[in-house]
């Protein structure tokens, strides 16, 4: 049976008199890619940035079977839980390199000696970044600002890796490249909550999925499961189903 | 005006730029990171000078009792939110931190103030005694507020600058205070005569702000800071800590002014109130740079050191109101180039 690295159990999140999440539950094991996939403004965002504790909630949010109720979002860094917002939030007026070194700060705290090597993973994993690696992150294309952020993330060694629409504004060809780059992470032993507004692309690379709809979890299962799942297919991937597979 | 008064003003205002400049940086980091327009800056620099002062004559210097107290409230803020947030087990250590570096600088002071040692311990006791001083005001009066507004920012630093002049007068009077020069030298470059102090004055500056150079574009955690101001929630998403990068700014910008009030000393009589014209006149240079570039911050500060020396000779009585109006063409050409974003509630 494989350890339980996320559990969130009856997440409730408001926005003044607005209820977004409410009674959210879900769990992330150790070395697998769990998707939640669901419409716009069904709280997807908010669930990522609730577990990061970029936003107040109410309910049980364990890491590693630590409670995160008090935790600083600076500490939850530090323990291996890492964030890579829809926005990406980068620093544009520094250089890529900058950028990627900033990454690692909590390991760098901490004395860790092996961050160059990290870097020297990172540039083999995307690299596009090594050639850009003095070039202001600001000056990037989209997709060189999400390779970017995933290097960034992967610089501090997350346990877990939230990824909030890796694949949103991309063109095709860079979708295929990200994506197959968050599929090549599971090898290195890094767990994945990914959410996805492509819903197809989602279930091919994960190995369980949500479907989160107003604020709720209305379906889960194995992504091949939820693939075939009558309603999924219906709502979330349309004419083709799950025949219509994307290159991975 | 002839050519010796024209490298007379030169001089002076090169001396004056050099202070104004670090002023300007440090209200620049500490406004990048804290979103605060630190008015109250320049009283570390009157707080420098004074409490130099005060141990060269043998006093044990009130802003002693003042960093005591700051660190007693400081304390009793950290027990109440370690308590109330359920991390009671964290509060040794936090109150450690807090109180056991001013207490062992009082006692520190207290031993050494009779001793009437040389002017470099002096200086050293006074930066012992003075920059602390940052992060315990960032903690009393800037932490709780850190989501403000900036408008609720700058009213609160409006009511430290009041409060700090206040405790100013209470501890070191009226009376102004000029401490003996670094030295006595003096250096002739043809026509121009150079005093030691004035070359103290250019040397310090420039080593500090090349330190500062190196520290914030060669060092992780200087990164860290430029970063926290370019990028607030990019940084938290790192694990920087805006709480970490606000104690960091303020202690640089309390050991900016502190050395400011050090270096210019033995050149001008400083009063308990003297630091909130020279803070402003780094804000002026800060605001050249738009309280974001550095290098812009510096020639802003270099400009206004120019205006007020020459300003000083044809118009005396009006030299600071020619500093402070060259502010409003600044404020117009920025107004009128840059684009504006409402700030988020």
């Known amino acids: 049976m494989s350890e339980r690295l996320l559990t969130v159990n009856d997440l409730n999140v408001r926005y003044g008199k607005v209820e977004a999440l409410y009674g959210a539950s879900l769990s992330v094991d150790r070395g697998t890619i769990v998707s939640v996939i669901g419409p716009n403004g069904a709280g997807k965002s908010t669930l990522l940035n609730a577990v990061m504790g970029v936003l107040p909630s109410r309910g049980i949010i364990e890491f590693c079977g630590n409670n995160m109720g008090n935790v600083s979002i600076e500490r939850r860094v530090a323990q291996g839980l890492c964030l890579v917002p829809e926005t990406r939030e980068l620093f544009s007026q520094m250089s890529v390199e900058d950028n990627l070194e900033l990454g690692a700060f909590t390991r760098y ?43 960034r993330a992967l610089m501090c060694q997350p346990t877990l890796l939230m990824l909030d629409e890796p694949s949103l504004g991309l063109a095709p060809l860079i979708v295929k490249e990200i994506l197959n780059n968050i599929s090549s992470l599971r090898s290195t032993g890094v767990s994945i909550l990914l959410i996805e507004q492509n819903a197809r692309a989602a279930l091919q690379i994960s190995d369980y999925g949500y479907v989160l709809e107003n604020g709720e979890i209305a379906l889960e299962g194995p992504s091949r499961e939820l693939a075939n799942n009558p309603r999924v297919i219906e709502s979330y991937l349309g004419i083709g189903g799950v025949e219509a597979k994307i290159e991975c | 005006m002839d050519f010796q008064t024209l490298l007379i003003l030169a ?28 008015v109250a800056q320049g009283e570390f620099v009157s707080y420098g000078a004074l409490t130099l002062a005060s141990l060269q004559m043998g006093v044990m210097p009130g802003t002693v009792w003042l960093l005591l107290m700051l660190a007693g409230i400081a304390a009793v803020m950290e027990t109440f939110r370690l308590l109330t947030s359920g991390a009671g087990q964290e509060l040794p250590r936090s109150l450690a931190t807090v109180l056991v570096p001013p207490l062992v600088i009082a006692g520190l002071v ?3 103030t009779p001793l009437h040692l040389p002017l470099g311990w002096q200086v050293l006791l006074t930066m012992l005694i003075v920059m602390p001083m940052g992060p315990l005001l960032y903690r009393v009066a800037f932490r709780p507020l850190a989501d403000a507004t900036v408008l609720v920012l700058l009213i609160a630093a409006v009511a430290v600058h009041f409060v700090l002049v206040g405790l100013g007068l209470l501890f070191f009077g009226a009376e102004g205070v000029r401490t003996p020069p670094f030295s006595d030298a ?13 070359l103290w004055v250019y040397v310090a500056s420039s080593v500090f702000i090349a330190l500062l150079a190196w520290f914030f574009n060669k060092t992780l955690y200087g990164k860290a800071l430029r970063a926290v101001a370019f990028n607030r929630n990019g940084a938290r998403l790192v694990g920087i800590s805006p709480h970490l990068a606000g104690t960091f700014s303020f202690a640089l910008a309390s050991a900016i002014g502190c050395l400011s009030g050090v270096l210019i000393g033995p050149v001008t009589t ?57 502010i409003i063409p600044v404020l117009l050409w920025r107004s009128l180039s840059t684009v504006h974003y409402e700030e988020e509630e």
């Open chain 2, 110 to 112: 207290k031993v050494c």
């Open chain 2, 270 to 326: 400083l009063y308990y109130d003297s630091g909130f014209l020279i803070g402003l006149k780094g804000f002026v240079g800060a605001i050249v740079g738009g309280m974001a570039s550095y290098p812009l911050a510096a020639f802003g500060a270099l400009i206004v050191g120019f205006s007020e020396s020459f300003s000083s000779f044809w118009l005396s009585g009006y030299k600071d109101v020619v500093v402070f109006t060259m």
């Open chain 1, 109 to 151: 705290r901490r004395g860790d000696k092996g961050i160059r090597a990290t870097l020297d993973s990172v540039f083999k994993l995307f690299p596009r970044l090594e050639q850009r690696r003095s070039q202001m992150a600001g000056s990037l294309s989209g997709g060189e600002r999400q390779m970017l952020a995933l290097g």
């Open chain 2, 11 to 38: 001089q002076d205002a090169v001396t004056n730029s050099a202070i104004y400049a670090l002023l300007a940086l440090s209200l620049i980091l500490v406004f990048g990171v804290t979103r605060v327009i630190f």
């Open chain 2, 186 to 198: 003096q250096f002739q470059f043809g026509f121009l005569s150079v005093s030691g102090q004035s």
